[in-house]
Structures are given as C-alpha cells and as structure tokens.
C-alpha cells in the first residue's frame, strides 16, 4: 500500500511559477512510476508529466519547455516546477504512484488555478 500527500498548489496569475510536492509513504520500494496528473472541470484526468525509478521522464506536449518533474529519492518525493503557466493549466493536480504489480495510488489532489 502507498500513500501519496500533495501539497503546493494555488493562486499564481499567468506566467508565473509553482511548485508541487507529493510525498510518498508506505510500501514505496513497490513504485514503479510516478507522475502527474490533471482534471480540469468537465475533462477526462490527463497525464502531465510521469518519471520512472531509472528516472526517465515523459511530459504531455502542452507542458513541454514549461514544467519539469523531478524526485528525491531520500525523501520519497517527486515535484512539479511548473513555469510560465497558463490558464489553460487550471485543473486539479493528482500525483500517482504505480507499482510493479501494476496498482494506481493516487493523492488527494491539489487546486492550481492560473489567473489571466
């Protein structure tokens, strides 16, 4: 079982930068991947930016030369700068975890929202 605890999301207005943190918990030795995900109100949950345990990175078009995904595997986190953001970037952001047994864990979610 893994636990997954965002934090840092908010209020930036457009072009301006945040950073997100989800710590992990639990059988992490299980992750094989975590990443990213957003919902925007009406949308399907899309991937933003995932990176595996051999630290490979995958980043969905709209958020590439924007955001960058990175880990500490000291402290079982992975983080999301997003830089230069847009509005369109509004959404909920989800961090995922997924095991080698192929099991999702997911965070509660954090609210970013990019004023114009």
């Not at 953001?85 to 975890?97: G, I, Q, R």
Request: hydrophobic share 35%; charged share 15%; aromatic share 10%.
């Amino acid at each position: 079982q893994v636990q997954l605890v965002e934090s840092g999301g908010g209020l930036v207005q457009a072009g301006g930068s945040l950073r997100l943190s989800c710590a992990a918990s639990g059988s992490i030795f299980s992750i094989n991947v975590m990443g990213w995900y957003r919902q925007a109100p009406g949308k399907q949950r899309d991937m933003v930016a995932t990176i595996t345990n051999g630290g490979s990175t995958n980043y969905a078009d709209s958020v590439k030369g924007r955001f960058t995904i990175s880990r500490d595997n000291a402290k079982n986190t992975v983080y999301l700068q997003m830089n230069k953001l847009k509005p369109e970037d509004t959404a909920v952001y989800y961090c995922n975890a997924l095991s080698w047994s192929f099991h999702n864990f997911w965070g509660q979610g954090t609210q970013v929202t990019v004023s114009s």
